[in-house]
């Protein structure tokens, strides 16, 4: 069978959509274009099983297209306002995909601000719901542009969402609620599976080499022994993203739009 | 019993240093009407408790906030609260920056009269050390675990927008989502609604009623503001009006943005400021966001 041509995000959807399989009735937050479709292919394929929403207040039992809908009418099934996604959080059966700014190598998480808190050089957000999320349910990252400024040397700039640097936690805290998932970046998977919670290299996107990823990430990775090449779209996988997402939005996500399968020297640092 | 007042009597109620607290989540439905007459106001010095949308950035801008207490401040489709992060960055807010969830339980224990509530989120993370005020405790059972004690968020006053209500103080949010407005109201010795609609007196279905989501025993005051939700949205009436939230935004770009948007749409009465906006018909079509 030929090989369908495919983007990059399409690639990275896939291996999104892999983060919620065998997670049972969690509610599946995929936070961001590419994390939705992630989650939303998992749930139309390998994970039917998921809980999810219309991304406002609402369950489906069927994703829901991204963007403007036109004659697509969402079929409900139950009801999930932002009061009930607490619930959903503090109760632990749920896993989300965000796209934090600062990364590190403990998997603590940064999405309030970069440089001094007092007068930050940058302020976003806020933390969020990170600091809940992080501590009460698996968690797992997206990443756009694979960089040192994401990936970082040291502690990330505000700790937002929990991670496994042990001075953070006293023995008195239960730790055991918390999860880091997978790491799906735009030159590869990622977990924090190793020794002691170490990062580890789980797969590499065509084109993209090991020392590559180390190069662009700000503490050193081990490579997963089953470090292989990231999956490939299926044809079948590429026809339900292109349900799921009608008008292309997937191919505003990532910096010129990269093909899937790029020679080294077309991967974009 | 008539609870109906303007927006400048209830603003009349605020003094420097007070605590104060919004409804909504955002961009969604924000006590916008009422926001833009504390910026008419003299009143300063105000903490602001917020699941932050631009009534964050605007008071900021106006400099009537000594302390913001909030989890975010965005205005969803421009993600960063252009006036938010500026005074962020320039070091002039006092934060404290908390978990949504831990703010919900701030709000929850000030409305069960508790000093805390205790909570895992923000345990191992900077909410701690940035906020040394927040201290844990441990579990008096057999766990023995150690937790957050979110202090309870207790406020003077607080604001929220509904979609109808009567004189009587009874409201209605119709809306899809009806956010944390009813932890707000009760958190707050006064809580003054404005509304879309004010009728003499509710008269509902069961089914209808069931949008009421706190009791007319909490709110001090009812304000008449159609459209008042503007330019945030109001569900399933009107949606944010992205036109005007850009001009906002863009404004915190130029030295002189701030004084240019007040000048156009703060140094007016509510009717200018709908025809400002393209007048009320415009306003009330404005499509609701797709998320």
């Known amino acids: 069978?030929?090989?369908?041509?495919?983007?990059?995000?399409?690639l990275m959807i896939v291996a999104a959509s892999e983060a919620w399989r065998d997670n049972g009735e969690v509610l599946a937050s995929g936070l961001g274009i590419i994390p939705r479709l992630g989650a939303s292919l998992a749930k139309v394929t390998h994970s039917p099983e998921l809980l999810m929403t219309d991304s406002e207040a609402f369950l489906v039992e069927e994703p829901i297209p991204v963007g403007p809908r036109g004659n697509y009418e969402p079929k409900y099934s139950g009801y999930m306002p932002f009061e009930r996604v607490f619930d959903c959080v503090w109760h632990g059966r749920r896993h989300a995909m965000v796209g934090?700014?600062?990364?590190?190598?403990?998997?603590?998480?940064?999405?309030?601000?970069?440089g001094d808190y007092s007068k930050p050089k940058v302020a976003m957000l806020g933390v969020r719901?990170?600091?809940?999320?992080s501590i009460n349910h698996l968690n797992s990252f997206f990443v756009p542009m694979h960089s040192k400024r994401v990936f970082v040397e040291g502690e990330v700039d505000m700790v937002s969402g929990v991670g496994f640097k042990p001075e953070r936690w006293s023995d008195l805290m239960r730790r055991d609620f918390m999860g880091i998932g997978v790491t799906v970046t735009n030159l590869c998977v990622m977990d924090f599976a190793g020794l002691d919670n170490a990062a580890r290299v789980v797969s590499l996107h065509p084109g993209v080499s090991f020392e590559?990823?180390?190069?662009?990430?700000?503490?050193?990775?081990?490579?997963?022994?089953?470090?292989?090449?990231?999956?490939?779209p299926t044809a079948e996988q590429l026809d339900i993203i292109a349900r799921l997402d009608p008008h292309n939005l997937r191919s505003k996500q990532?910096?010129?739009d990269p093909r899937g399968i790029r020679k080294p020297e077309e991967v974009e640092l | 019993m008539n609870k109906q007042m303007t927006s400048a009597q209830v603003v009349a109620e605020l003094r420097d240093g007070m605590t104060i607290g919004f409804g909504g989540w955002g961009p969604r439905r924000k006590p916008m009407a009422i926001v833009r007459e504390i910026l008419r106001s003299d009143v300063k010095d105000l903490t602001v408790v917020a699941y932050g949308g631009p009534e964050v950035g605007m008071l900021a801008a106006a400099?009537?906030?000594?302390?913001l207490i909030f989890g975010f401040a965005t205005l969803d489709a421009i993600p960063l609260e252009p006036y938010f992060r500026k005074a962020r960055?320039?070091?002039?807010l006092d934060v404290m920056e908390l978990d949504e969830g831990l703010f919900q339980w701030g709000l929850k224990a000030a409305g069960m009269r508790v000093p805390f509530l205790p909570a895992r989120a923000g345990l191992a993370t900077d909410v701690l050390t940035h906020n040394p005020e927040l201290k844990t405790i441990r579990s008096p059972y057999d766990d023995g675990e150690e937790l957050l004690a979110m202090p309870a968020l207790n406020l003077d006053v607080a604001f929220v927008h509904v979609n109808r209500a009567d004189r009587l103080g009874n409201t209605l949010v119709t809306g899809h989502d009806v956010y944390f407005d009813q932890h707000v109201a009760r958190a707050a010795d006064k809580c003054f609604v404005s509304a879309e609609v004010v009728e003499e007196k509710l008269e509902l279905t069961k089914a209808t009623a069931r949008f009421n989501t706190f009791e007319r025993s909490l709110v001090t005051g009812v304000v008449e503001a159609p459209l008042g939700a503007h330019p945030t949205s109001c569900g399933p009436e009107y949606g944010w009006d992205m036109t005007h939230l850009k001009e906002y935004s863009d404004g915190a770009r130029e030295d002189s943005g701030w004084a240019t948007y007040v000048e156009k749409y703060v140094r007016c009465n509510e009717d200018e400021y709908r025809e400002r906006n393209g007048g009320a018909e415009k306003i009330s079509a404005l499509p609701l966001p797709i998320f």
Not at chain 1, 100 to 114: E, G, H, K
């Open chain 1, 212 to 232: 590559m990823v180390q190069e662009n990430t700000g503490f050193p990775l081990l490579k997963a022994e089953e470090l292989g090449e990231t999956p490939h």
């Open chain 2, 89 to 92: 960055q320039a070091g002039t």
């Open chain 1, 100 to 114: 934090p700014t600062q990364i590190d190598r403990w998997a603590q998480s940064n999405l309030s601000v970069v």
């Open chain 1, 1 to 10: 069978m030929a090989t369908p041509d495919f983007s990059l995000a399409e």
């Open chain 1, 129 to 133: 719901g990170l600091p809940g999320n």
């Open chain 1, 254 to 256: 990532l910096k010129g």
């Open chain 2, 63 to 67: 400099g009537k906030i000594r302390k």
